[in-house]
């Protein structure tokens, strides 16, 4: 099974948490689900750089990594261009 290191990231606004609802295509996978702003690392980039290129893609916000408060890791398996995928994710 293939692997890929993900960032994600939770916004937080006053008491609640944005989430994202994923739409488009089917090869982005998650497809129809709701969950956290985020995506893959790339090749020169940590989590955190990742997390706020990938909210500046989605999002209106732009930040630095510095602004980010790091929650941790978790491994999951998921599915990429509908093929099951292991999934490291770090939030």
Not at 18 to 24: C, F, S
Not at 34 to 52: H, L, R, Y
Not at 61 to 88: C, F, H, M, W
């Amino acid at each position: 099974m293939n692997q890929m290191e993900i960032a994600i990231g939770l916004i937080e606004q006053g008491d609640d948490y944005l989430l994202q609802h994923r739409t488009g295509k089917v090869q982005s996978g998650a497809l129809d689900l709701i969950g956290c702003f985020g995506g893959q690392i790339e090749d020169d980039e940590s989590p955190s750089e990742a997390v706020c290129r990938e909210l500046g893609e989605e999002t209106t916000l732009s930040l630095r990594a510095e602004q980010l408060e790091k929650l941790g890791e978790i491994n999951v398996t998921s599915d990429y261009k509908r093929k099951p995928i292991k999934i490291k994710a770090y939030a």
